[in-house]
């Protein structure tokens, strides 16, 4: 599904990536794990395509890609339905499917706001619900449960779980608890390198 | 007594006043051909009005007008979509919309007056004052369209139209809004200009000119009303067709 092979990337002197490969399959799933400021978004973003290494290749057979960023990325003009139904065919008749993602992740009574009307934690949500209602066949999360507290963490982990499927998964995460709850396979990242 | 209200009654107070400057103003020099009163010059904006004429007359400007500040509208917009995209075409257009903003109206007038025929020329110059303004915010508000959701765009492999619909367009309308703000009233100042340099037949211009012409002092001033209360009227109407239904979240 997403394959990266030899992959260099530095920024001025700071070498984030160095040599790096990586290979997720269909259905796999794998957690990145690392010191704060390590490279793991960089990783990220070069699997995404959004930033292009300075040696190396990258493979990636997903027809449909789906991502939560460290930010929500709302359109902020859009409600909470209409920022999830963008994914979709943005016409009415799938606002339906995208409430159903959003009512998954207790929005139920988010339908009809705006960014600026939810909080932080309710913004991710959204920016989850977004990412699952897309059905990727690859689905990129970069620390998507900050901001929510204990409990509902973990009751929008379960519902990432669940929905996942033969989605394959890249997680980058400081929490060895939510990579465990996911089923991922956990990778250690410093420098650069894998552990 | 809200905040609204007191804004209409100052509003109101500050017109009263400036009125009653003008009527004794008109009233110490005393000569209707020099400067008529406030009174004099409404009811000669009534009498005006009464005629057919008056109204096919503001219909054929406002026709020119909006012709051109339309056609600016849209030209603004795509030069802008097209500079955004092409640095060559930056580098060709700027210098051609700096000379635009620089060289006074009436060079271009004349000219255009050589070049097309006279009903056009309003058209032509309203427009000409338009674009550039138009073509300088949009470019701005391309420029700013947050990175972040070009990227969550690119992730979703979203059509080029949903785009353009949903993160382009609603990232650009405040800067193209702020746009018609500054270039409205330019464009229809100048379109007026360009009438009564240009005498076309029904247009406010030709009537301006000839009150001119003919010494008619207090009907020129009655034509002068009438194109400052359009003014605001166009103005009023096209932001709020701009704008549609004011939305905070955007």
């Known amino acids: 599904m997403l394959e990266l092979i030899d992959i260099s990337l530095s920024f001025g002197e700071k070498q984030v990536l160095h040599h790096l490969n990586l290979s997720l399959k269909a259905g796999e799933r794998i957690a990145i794990m690392g010191p704060s400021g390590c490279g793991k978004t960089s990783l990220l973003r070069v699997a995404l395509s959004l930033q292009l290494p300075d040696r190396g290749s990258i493979q990636c057979a997903a027809e449909r890609t789906a991502a939560v960023f460290q930010e929500p990325r709302l359109l902020p003009w859009r409600t909470a339905s209409e920022n999830v139904n963008l994914v979709l065919s943005d016409r009415v008749e ?102 | 007594m809200t905040p609204d209200v007191r804004k209409t009654l100052r509003t109101i107070a500050v017109l009263l006043f400036w009125l009653l400057v003008w009527a004794l103003a008109a009233r110490t020099v005393g000569q209707e051909l020099l400067l008529p009163s406030p009174l004099q010059t409404a009811q000669k904006l009534l009498s005006l009005m009464m005629a057919a004429d008056f109204w096919l007359t503001v219909a054929r400007t406002m026709l020119r007008v909006l ?147 003919y010494l008619e002092t207090t009907e020129l001033f009655a034509w002068t009303v009438a194109v400052v209360l359009l003014s605001f009227l166009i103005e009023r109407v096209l932001l709020l067709l701009v704008e549609g239904k004011k939305d905070s979240h955007a």
């Not at chain 1, 066949?137 to 929510?148: C, I, Q, R, S, Y």
């Not at chain 2, 765009?153 to 193209?176: D, E, F, Q």
């Open chain 1, 94 to 195: 799938t606002l339906p499917t995208a409430r159903k993602w959003l009512e998954r992740l207790e929005l139920g009574d988010a339908f009809n706001l705006y960014p600026a009307e939810l909080s932080g934690g309710m913004q991710q949500r959204v920016s989850l619900a977004r990412a699952l209602a897309a059905t990727p066949e690859l689905l990129v999360l970069d620390e998507p449960f900050k901001g929510l507290d204990e409990a509902l963490r973990r009751r929008v982990i379960q519902v990432v779980g669940e929905s996942l499927n033969r989605t394959a998964l890249l997680l980058a995460t400081h929490s060895e608890e939510e990579a465990q709850a996911l089923g991922c396979h956990i990778l250690r990242y410093q420098d650069g390198q894998f552990l």
């Open chain 2, 67 to 213: 012709a051109g500040i339309l056609a600016a509208v849209v030209l603004g917009v795509l030069l802008a979509l097209l500079t955004h995209r092409s640095a060559l075409a930056r580098a060709l257009l700027s210098p051609i919309m700096t000379l635009l903003k620089s060289t006074p109206v009436a060079s271009f007038i004349i000219l255009a007056l050589v070049w097309l025929g006279r009903s056009a020329v309003p058209v032509f110059i309203a427009g000409l004052m338009v674009l550039p303004v138009v073509w300088a915010n949009v470019s701005t508000g391309l420029v700013r369209v947050d990175p972040q959701l070009m990227e969550l765009a690119a992730v979703y492999k979203l059509p080029r139209a949903r785009i353009l619909s949903r993160i382009i367009w609603p990232s650009v309308l405040p800067y193209l809004r702020s746009a018609l703000r500054s270039a409205l009233g330019l464009g229809w100042k100048a379109g007026i200009a360009a009438e009564v340099l240009t005498v076309p037949p029904y247009s406010i211009g030709k009537n301006i000119f000839e009150s001119k012409l």
